[in-house]
Structures are given as C-alpha cells and as structure tokens.
C-alpha cells in the first residue's frame, strides 16, 4: 500500500510538469505528513548524513573543469588532431567527430556538453563539406553519449554516492566499454558513409600528425592526471576531480589562452548553477530513498522477485526495459537516484557484480540521452542544427540501434566492464 501511494504521488506531481527534483521532495513531504509516523528529527538527521559525503564534491569539480575545457578551445585541437587520423577514410569528418567526441568525453565527463563542443564545431563543416545534415546530427548526437561512459563520468559518481560503491572502481571498469562503444558507433558511422559514397578529407602526413596531437597534448593529459592520479593511490576520486579543475583552468587560460580572465566569473557561475542543481536533486532524492527503505519497499521487490524465480538474465531485462523507458523521460542523474535504492539491493541479492550493475546502468542513460520526447542530446543537437526534434530523432535511428544491441553485450557480458579493474587490484 505504502508502495502504491508513493509512486502514485511521484507520478502525478511529475505529470504536472514539475521538475523532478522538485517532485522528489513534495512526495516526501506529502507522504511523510499524511501517511507515516516517521518523526522528522529522524528525517533531517537522514538528509545531513545522506548528502554529507566526501564524494560528492567531485561533481561540482569536474562540472568546473568540463566547462573551462568547453569553453577553452580544447576541443577544437582534439577534432584537428582526429581529423589528422581517421578524416581520409570514407565519411572522414564523421569518423573525425566519433572519434573527437570519445577523447572529449575523457576530459570532459559530461554528455551535453560533448555534443556542444564537438558539434557546434563538426556540424557546420559536415555540412559545408557535402554531408546530410541528418547525417552529422546522428553521428554527433549518439556519440555523444560517450561523455557519461568514458571517465571521468559525472553520472558514474552519482551512481557511485548512491550506492556507496568505489568511484574509482566505476571509471576504471567505464573505460573498456567506452572504446567499445566509440568502436562500434564508428564502424556505423563508417558504413552509412559508405553506402551513401559520402566524401573523405585528404590524407595527412606522419608529421602533420605529430603536430595535431602535441597541439591537442595539453588537453589529453588530463586523463593522465584524473586516471593515473586514481589508480596510483595519489589522489582519491574527490582529490583527482578537483585537480582536474586546476589543470584545465591553466591549460584553458594560460598554456592556450583561448580563455581570457574576464569569461573566468561566467564559467564559474555557469559551474555553481548546474552543481547546485544536482546537489538539490540529490537532496531530494537522499529523502526519497530514505522514506522507500523505512517502508520496506526495496526489502519486499527483492523478496518478490527471488520468490518469482525470475533469475539474474530475466531480472537484467527488465532493469534495461525500465531504464529504457524512463531515460525517454528523464535526465540521467533523477534516474538513478530514484532507481538505485530499489534496484540495487535486488541485484545484490542475485549475485550481480555492483561496478557490472553500475555501467549496465549508464549505458541505458546513455541510450536515454537519445530517445525521444525528452532525450537530452536530442535537444541539445538539435538546437545546433536547427532540425525539428522529429527530425532529430530519426537522425539518430541507425546509431540508436548499434547502441542497444552494444547495451545488450554489456548486460550479459560482464568481463567486458570488470577484467581492467579486476587486473588492476580494485575489485
């Protein structure tokens, strides 16, 4: 009963229209004054310990450094330096901004803002070039998705405070699939440019090369600097992430100087609108998780689904259906911390890995990135493009599809997420 009356309430706040952090609360709040004795002391003392944690000051750090590398001309020599590698191959410039937007999204950590760097860059010279714009609207928005499984992921750390399991764990074991992905959306790429004679750049000399990628060698050292920092105990994932904001702020304002001191209080203000944000929806959701766990909710799915004999393979199924469809309505981050205090405990239960769990989960985020109605690179591309969002959406079919059956290896292949991590010691 408890159950129904709770979701009952989410649903018809979030029908409204009202945001979900927003509707989070309100349901807590109606729940709590009309349907329980919890005593609010309990309840403030749940949302001071909830948010209190180490971890989740990592998010606004690398929210800061993303934005001064967006805004710091990183990922102009990023897709130069891509273009030098793979633009003579057949639909070059696409295979360029896949390949552009995997090394963004190691520096970067978010998806929105990869689709802005790399496509209000790569867009214009698809089109200039002869490509359909369609064509470069598929390509860039499904690529990048790449931004919240390549780490260092802004999503994976959500998961991470959500379920208290290691961040570093989580951005190692990203990033396999990650390079599988961009893989597989390359070769997609690669085949629709073929079968459409698409053109292809001019082949670049080993030199050329060399000086694409000491120009872009500033921005892709810090991967080295959050990775490295991690795997060799220098720094703990909340250290890592705030160093990663000092090297881009220097590398964004004093080895490019692509960005002047005076754009500096805009990016930090941009910074402290998008972490503040998150940290309120987290807010919100630490009370949600905290009133479903005192009625026992996720105790009583966990014991139904062993009892039903539904298994690891059909429990898996429909984890991704249910993600699926949420993702088509919600942003990333309220998906996981309204789903993470449920789904978890049930797949700890099955014997399911946590870190397997956690990137099985930001794979279906990032499919969710380009589903309609409300997908978020959808928007994002589209406000590029100047497509309509229909329009948007069938760009993207060819791509979306290479995605689920990607999703599809994850979920049921687990050693693909945990062999690096398990032969690094960190599981």
């Not at 490509?131 to 609207?137: D, E, H, I, L, T």
């Not at 951005?171 to 390359?186: C, N, R, S, T």
């Not at 000491?214 to 705030?242: C, D, H, Q």
């Not at 004999?309 to 249910?322: A, D, E, K, P």
């Amino acid at each position: 009963m408890s159950a129904a009356i709770i979701f009952i309430l989410l649903a018809t706040l979030m029908l409204t229209g009202m945001p979900v952090s927003i509707s989070l609360g309100l349901t807590v709040l109606i729940f709590l004054f009309g349907f329980t004795e919890v005593p609010l002391e309990a309840v403030a003392l749940k949302l001071f310990t909830g948010i209190e944690k180490f971890e989740i000051m990592a998010i606004p750090f690398f929210i800061l450094a993303g934005n001064f590398l967006t805004h710091g001309g990183v990922a102009r020599r990023m897709i130069n330096f891509a273009t030098s590698m793979v633009g003579h191959w057949r639909g070059g410039l696409g295979l360029s901004s896949v390949f552009a937007c995997a090394l963004f999204a190691a520096v970067s950590g978010s998806s929105p803002a990869t689709v802005v760097a790399i496509g209000s860059i790569m867009l214009p010279a698809m089109v200039r070039a002869g490509y359909p714009k369609r064509f470069g609207v598929g390509v860039i928005a499904s690529s990048g998705g790449l931004g919240i499984l390549i780490p260092p992921s802004i999503v994976m750390v959500m998961y991470a405070v959500s379920t208290n399991s290691s961040i570093g764990a989580l951005f190692m074991a990203g990033v396999i699939p990650g390079l599988l992905l961009a893989l597989f959306l390359g070769l997609t790429t690669w085949y629709r440019a073929w079968r459409g004679n698409y053109p292809r750049e001019r082949a670049h000399s080993w030199g050329e090369r060399w000086q694409a990628f000491r120009k872009s060698v500033w921005g892709l050292l810090l991967v080295i600097v959050v990775m490295g920092g991690i795997y060799s105990g220098l720094f703990t994932p909340t250290e890592a992430a705030a160093m990663s904001a000092v090297y881009a702020f220097v590398i964004a304002v004093f080895v490019y100087g692509d960005l002047k001191f005076s754009d500096v209080p805009r990016v930090l203000l941009n910074s402290a609108n998008m972490s503040a944000m998150l940290l309120y929806i987290i807010t919100n959701a630490v009370l949600f998780s905290f009133i479903l766990t005192n009625e026992q909710i996720p105790q009583g799915v966990a014991e139904w689904i062993l009892a039903s004999g539904l298994g690891v393979i059909g429990f898996l199924i429909v984890v991704n259906i249910l993600l699926l469809v949420m993702g088509s309505f919600m942003e990333p981050s309220s998906i996981i911390l309204i789903t993470a205090p449920i789904l978890f405990p049930i797949a700890m239960k099955l014997g399911i890995d946590p870190i397997h769990f956690g990137i099985m989960i930001v794979v279906n985020m990032e499919i969710g990135m380009i589903t309609p109605p409300v997908g978020l690179n959808l928007y994002v591309a589209s406000g590029i493009s100047k497509m309509g969002l229909t329009e948007t959406s069938i760009s993207v079919l060819p791509w979306l599809f290479t995605m689920l059956v990607f999703l599809m290896l994850i979920t049921y292949v687990p050693e693909i997420t945990l062999w690096l991590p398990r032969t690094l010691g960190m599981l």
